[in-house]
């Protein structure tokens, strides 16, 4: 689909094209490939029961991303981010209840 777009658009406002666009490419395509299976496997492993699976899910992707912000791009965590954090775990937590 972003192929298609880019093609779509004129000539002067295309932007290049370079391997390491390319490559970043595959390589977030590869990862939500693996992802998506994991997901699925993971979901017939409990009988199709998303009501178990996607609060740990979400929950990951938000201490995941806390943790990559922190320690990659060395992102301060100042106390209300991480009453921010907090919160956002505990509404999670109480959701799948």
């Known amino acids: 689909m972003g192929s298609l777009f880019l093609l779509s658009k004129p000539q002067k406002e295309r932007k290049s094209i370079n391997k390491a666009t390319i490559v970043g490419g595959v390589g977030l395509g590869v990862i939500n490939y693996f992802s998506l299976v994991v997901l699925l496997r993971t979901l017939s492993a409990f009988n199709n029961e ?14 995941a991303s806390t943790l990559i912000g922190v320690f990659v791009f060395s992102e301060q965590l100042d106390n209300r981010k991480k009453i921010g954090v907090i919160i956002a775990i505990l509404a999670i937590l109480l959701l799948s209840v």
């Open 50 to 63: 998303a009501s178990l699976i996607f609060p740990y899910i979400n929950l990951s992707v938000i201490i």
